[in-house]
């Protein structure tokens, strides 16, 4: 499953969660559930994107990305120096001998490109690692929110046509994570053995 469908059905999850922890002690408490819950709506999307801790995670990842590339450029001008001397060798080698260069240069380019793979590989997944906190914490927050405000069902505005301003709690929520989770950690834990 792709980090990001992972994360979709996580928030999915976390949502049905969330109103299923706020509308459970509503419905314990009263005899007859309440037939008309009050509803409340966040923009998560925006609130991911906005938080401080996003902003964090995303310039992390990009200064990480920007060092990197200049690393990989420097070692691709390398290369192709290296290809210009294998071309110029080219009337001077033997057949064998330059055969046997031809293929030790072409493991040198399939080795760079597999660290470039596994490289922005790891890159997405530390991407992933640090909007994936900020997303249980917001989503955390939210659930805290609708129960402090009475709310029975929270929806989800990206899943929404028209939403009234009353019903929105966003800036709220956005506050209250930047206030909780001003910053996480881009590294995944070392996998256990």
């Given at each position: 499953m792709s980090p990001k469908r992972f994360c979709m059905c996580l928030t999915a999850l976390a949502l049905m969660m969330a109103v299923f922890l706020t509308a459970a002690p509503a419905a314990a408490q009263d005899e007859e559930p309440d037939r008309n819950p009050r509803l409340g709506v966040v923009d998560l999307q925006r609130i991911m994107r906005d938080s401080t801790a996003a902003e964090k995670v995303r310039g992390e990842i990009e200064a990480q990305q920007t060092a990197y590339r200049e690393q990989i450029s420097a070692r691709e001008n390398e290369l192709r120096e290296q290809q210009a001397e294998l071309e110029r060798q080219r009337t001077i080698l033997s057949a064998e001998a330059f055969a046997a260069r031809e293929v030790?240069?072409?493991?040198?380019?399939?080795?760079?490109?597999?660290?470039?793979a596994e490289r922005n590989r790891q890159l997405e997944e530390s991407l992933a690692y640090g909007m994936q906190q900020i997303?249980?914490?917001?989503l955390k927050i939210i659930a805290r929110l609708a129960d402090e405000m009475s709310l029975g069902l929270v929806l989800d505005k990206s899943q929404l046509l028209l939403v009234?301003?009353?019903?929105?709690?966003?800036?709220?929520?956005l506050e209250a994570l930047n206030a909780e989770l001003p910053s996480v950690s881009?590294?995944?834990p070392a996998p256990q053995e």
């Open positions: 030790e240069f072409s493991q040198k380019v399939e080795a760079l490109q597999r660290e470039v997303q249980v914490a917001a009234t301003k009353g019903l929105e709690f966003s800036d709220r929520a881009t590294t995944p």
